[in-house]
């Protein structure tokens, strides 16, 4: 078999796809350019290490099952200035998740909660951090079928395994006190092993409503909260801005 072939191939079996596509090319680039051996080498294995980055991210971009991608660079402070903007591009930083804290994000609908709480789990995935989404609803309804299986320790161990777990939309649906049960194992089993995003358009105060149950609210926020960076967002919803924007275009037009 002809050098070229055998290195084809090798390439393969080590799964270094990205040398397998360029080596070639770069290798007459270097001789046109006179570069050194070690330089040709560490162009090739630069490339595959961007490329295995990059395939990594997109990976824990896919597995985090976002129902949309919002950025932090894309929220708009200024049109929400109940939100210290400084305090929460901290949080962008991830020190959070190092130290297993949670974030609350707390307001009516339409303020930007969903989206806040996308990007950090964005950022998350770009270091390459297990993150994983899921609203309220489907969480509650996983805890509730792992029940009836009797798989309920392995569900909450799964979820505790994931340093970022965000969980969208806390309140919008009364949660069964049982399934109230469930969830507080949940979050009594993350306390101060992995970080948990909850949103919620209910302050705190009124969780009792949320899980039909005064004292199981209260040991649920307790452990959320102990840890916690709290973001209460007020202000009109972005949605009603842009509808009131479009309005205003077609009226002006
Ligand atoms: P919530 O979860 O609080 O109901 P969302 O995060 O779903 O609100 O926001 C509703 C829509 O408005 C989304 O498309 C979101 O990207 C956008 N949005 C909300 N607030 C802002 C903002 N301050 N800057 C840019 N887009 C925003
Ligand atoms: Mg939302």
Same mark, same amino acid.
């Not at 597995?63 to 901290?90: R, V």
């Not at 949080?91 to 297993?100: A, D, P, Y």
């Not at 805890?143 to 309920?152: H, M």
């Not at 307790?222 to 077609?250: C, M, P, Q, W």
């Given at each position: 078999?002809?050098?070229?072939?055998?290195?084809?191939?090798?390439?393969?079996?080590?799964?270094?796809?990205?040398?397998?596509?360029?080596? @070639?090319? #770069?290798?007459?680039?270097?001789?046109?350019?006179?570069?050194?051996?070690?330089?040709?080498? =560490?162009?090739?294995?630069?490339? /595959?290490?961007?490329?295995?980055?990059?395939?990594?991210? =997109?990976?824990?971009?896919? =597995? @985090?099952?976002?129902?949309?991608?919002?950025?932090?660079?894309?929220?708009?402070?200024?049109?929400?200035?109940?939100?210290? #903007?400084?305090?929460?591009?901290?949080?962008?930083?991830?020190?959070?998740?190092?130290?297993?804290?949670?974030?609350?994000?707390?307001?009516?609908?339409?303020?930007?909660?969903?989206?806040?709480?996308?990007?950090?789990?964005?950022?998350?995935?770009?270091?390459?951090?297990?993150?994983?989404?899921?609203? @309220? /609803?489907?969480?509650?309804?996983?805890?509730?079928?792992?029940?009836?299986?009797?798989?309920?320790?392995?569900?909450?161990?799964?979820?505790?395994?994931?340093?970022?777990?965000?969980?969208?939309?806390?309140?919008?649906?009364?949660?069964?006190?049982?399934?109230?049960?469930?969830?507080?194992?949940?979050?009594?089993?993350?306390? /101060?092993?992995?970080?948990?995003?909850?949103?919620?358009?209910?302050?705190?105060?009124?969780?009792?409503?949320?899980?039909?149950?005064?004292?199981?609210?209260?040991?649920?926020?307790?452990?959320?909260?102990?840890?916690?960076?709290?973001?209460?967002? /007020?202000?009109?919803?972005?949605?009603?801005?842009?509808?009131?924007?479009?309005?205003?275009?077609?009226?002006?037009?």
């Amino acid at each position: 078999m002809q050098t070229y072939q055998l290195l084809k191939n090798n390439l393969k079996i080590l799964g270094l796809n990205t040398i397998n596509n360029i080596f @070639a090319a #770069e290798a007459e680039n270097a001789l046109k350019n006179n570069t050194s051996h070690i330089d040709y080498l =560490n162009v090739l294995v630069d490339a /595959e290490i961007k490329d295995k980055r990059e395939r990594s991210i =997109n990976y824990k971009i896919r =597995n @985090a099952k976002f129902p949309c991608l919002k950025t932090i660079e894309s929220f708009d402070f200024p049109f929400q200035p109940s939100i210290n #903007e400084q305090l929460f591009k901290k949080l962008t930083q991830l020190g959070f998740i190092e130290k297993h804290e949670n974030v609350l994000l707390l307001g009516p609908p339409g303020v930007g909660k969903t989206h806040l709480a996308i990007a950090i789990g964005l950022k998350a995935c770009d270091a390459r951090i297990r993150t994983i989404y899921l609203t @309220a /609803e489907q969480l509650m309804n996983e805890l509730i079928i792992a029940q009836l299986n009797k798989q309920l320790q392995e569900t909450i161990e799964k979820y505790t395994r994931y340093p970022l777990m965000i969980i969208d939309e806390l309140g919008f649906i009364p949660i069964d006190k049982q399934i109230a049960n469930l969830f507080f194992q949940l979050i009594s089993r993350k306390y /101060e092993q992995s970080s948990i995003i909850v949103t919620s358009n209910k302050p705190l105060k009124q969780w009792g409503d949320i899980f039909n149950d005064d004292v199981i609210a209260a040991a649920i926020v307790d452990r959320l909260v102990h840890h916690s960076h709290i973001f209460r967002i /007020e202000g009109t919803s972005y949605r009603a801005k842009e509808k009131l924007d479009i309005n205003e275009l077609n009226s002006s037009s």
